[in-house]
């Protein structure tokens, strides 16, 4: 098979991967919120959704390894710690949030349960097929997403043919910074690491050998794969600002994204798209608790009983997480992302650039003053502001929750110089 169509197979293969239907509740908000300014969010979300992901994708091209090889410059210890706390994060947030996304598009609307009794009828099935690890998921996942995107393409093309009315403002006080924190919500970064690894596995056994020739792959097929997100995002962020004069303000994600596809499709084609994100949200979970599961068993000597484990408490976590409503699970999500995104972001730009400048000396304080800098950021939900104007004050962009990121481009400057002249001592 030629690379041109090994790129396209594995650029549908890692776009299906990262389209979770819960990110797509995410861009209307954003384009609904900030009205004519839409362009300018649209840019911060693409910059956090998209190209850190790419460069994610990019760095594994470069690795060939497994997640476990982002961080182990820092050290081995740290780099299964960080692997440990990326796999927690998507059992208990971004997992248990596809069950609170179906529970608020696809059975509340039109049954009023109440949302445990979904979340747990949800969970259930989803151990079943986590257990039985049956193909019927991969027939879904090759149907459902070519459907959505259908689906959401059409809703895009009316929306932005549709007549315009005079916008509503924006609310937003710095547009391109608030797209680029909510683009945190979509995990994709961190979708990025998780997925890099199953793609160089699947080239493993597909008998490719070659560095080069796997590098060139997997650069191509992620490209593809975050033009085609790219698309998806930037439209629905353009329809939620062309209708954010017909619904109330204060609307959830989940009901902008349900109204909108009411006005351009009708109730019958709300309704198909509802039940379809619903099963794309079920698909989703599966894969997050089937690779947690199997990189527990794999620290642990491929034990049968571990995988059976973690399946269990995953599901349980997702039950008592998934019957919260989704605006409360990105809420909550948010200290988390803010302590865990800094230190992900400058692992993935470590790896991408040239070795030459990304030492070990390098890579251990540009990681640690990332930590150290987010710190704040993440102490911002737990304290009040009052006590951390001093701190935010006198760092740059930290009135943003951004304060890691000019402290961390010093320190890799300032770290390289250090090496730099070692070398040159040693010499």
């Given at each position: 098979m030629n690379k041109t169509k090994e790129s396209f197979i594995f650029g549908f293969a890692?776009?299906?991967?990262?389209?979770?239907?819960?990110?797509?509740?995410?861009?209307?908000?954003?384009?609904?919120?900030?009205?004519?300014?839409?362009?300018?969010?649209a840019i911060g979300f693409i910059a956090s959704a998209t190209i850190i992901p790419f460069f994610a994708?990019?760095?594994?091209?470069?690795?060939?390894?497994?997640?476990?090889?982002?961080?182990?410059?820092?050290?081995?210890?740290?780099s299964l710690i960080f692997c440990l706390i990326i796999y927690a994060i998507a059992i208990a947030l971004p997992c248990p949030r596809t069950a609170a996304v179906t529970h608020e598009m696809a059975i509340q609307p039109y049954f009023g349960s109440s949302s445990l009794l979904t979340s747990s009828i949800y969970f259930a099935l989803v151990f079943v097929f986590v257990m039985n690890r049956s193909n019927v998921l991969q027939i879904l996942g090759k149907y459902l997403t070519p459907l959505i995107i259908i689906i959401l393409l059409v809703i895009i093309g009316i929306g932005l043919f549709s007549p315009i009315d005079v916008m509503n403002a924006s609310t937003f006080e710095s547009p391109l910074i608030g797209g680029f924190l909510e683009g945190y919500q979509t995990y994709?970064?961190?979708?990025?690491?998780?997925?890099?690894?199953?793609?160089?596995?699947?080239?493993?056994?597909?008998?490719?050998?070659?560095?080069?020739?796997?590098?060139?792959?997997?650069?191509?097929?992620?490209?593809?794969?975050?033009?085609?997100?790219?698309?998806?995002?930037?439209?629905?962020?353009?329809?939620?600002?062309?209708?954010?004069?017909?619904?109330?303000?204060?609307?959830?994600?989940?009901?902008?994204l349900s109204g909108l596809s009411i006005k351009t499709l009708g109730n019958i084609g709300a309704t198909f798209l509802s039940v379809?994100?619903?099963?794309?949200?079920?698909?989703?979970?599966?894969?997050?608790?089937?690779?947690?599961?199997?990189?527990?068993?794999?620290?642990?000597?491929?034990?049968?009983?571990?995988?059976?484990?973690?399946?269990?408490?995953?599901c349980v976590i997702g039950v008592l997480v998934g019957q919260m409503d989704v605006h409360y699970i990105i809420n909550v999500a948010l200290p988390v992302l803010m302590f865990?995104?800094?230190?992900?972001?400058?692992?993935?730009?470590?790896?991408?650039?040239?070795?030459?400048?990304?030492?070990?000396?390098?890579?251990?304080?540009?990681?640690?003053?990332?930590?150290?800098?987010?710190?704040?950021?993440?102490?911002?939900?737990?304290?009040?502001?009052?006590?951390?104007?001093?701190?935010?004050n006198a760092?740059?962009?930290?009135?943003?929750?951004?304060?890691?990121?000019?402290?961390?481009?010093?320190t890799f400057v300032l770290t390289n110089l250090v090496a730099y002249k070692l070398v040159k001592v040693r010499s």
């Open positions: 890692i776009f299906a991967a990262f389209f979770g239907a819960g990110n797509l509740i995410l861009p209307p908000l954003l384009g609904f919120n900030s009205g004519p300014d839409w362009w300018i969010v994708l990019f760095a594994h091209a470069r690795l060939q390894g497994t997640m476990m090889d982002f961080g182990n410059k820092v050290s081995p210890t740290f994709d970064a961190l979708a990025g690491l998780l997925t890099g690894g199953i793609v160089i596995i699947s080239l493993n056994i597909k008998g490719y050998t070659s560095f080069e020739e796997k590098k060139s792959i997997i650069a191509r097929s992620g490209f593809i794969a975050m033009a085609g997100l790219f698309l998806i995002y930037a439209g629905l962020i353009v329809v939620g600002a062309n209708f954010n004069t017909q619904f109330e303000d204060g609307i959830s994600r989940t009901a902008l379809v994100v619903s099963l794309a949200c079920f698909t989703t979970a599966v894969g997050i608790i089937v690779g947690t599961a199997d990189f527990f068993k794999g620290l642990f000597n491929e034990s049968k009983k571990v995988y059976f484990i973690t399946a269990i408490a995953s865990i995104y800094p230190i992900t972001v400058v692992l993935i730009f470590l790896n991408v650039i040239s070795q030459k400048y990304a030492t070990k000396l390098v890579f251990r304080g540009v990681v640690l003053t990332a930590f150290v800098f987010s710190i704040p950021d993440f102490l911002g939900f737990f304290v009040p502001e009052a006590s951390l104007i001093g701190i935010k760092i740059p962009l930290a009135e943003h929750n951004l304060g890691w990121v000019f402290p961390s481009l010093l």
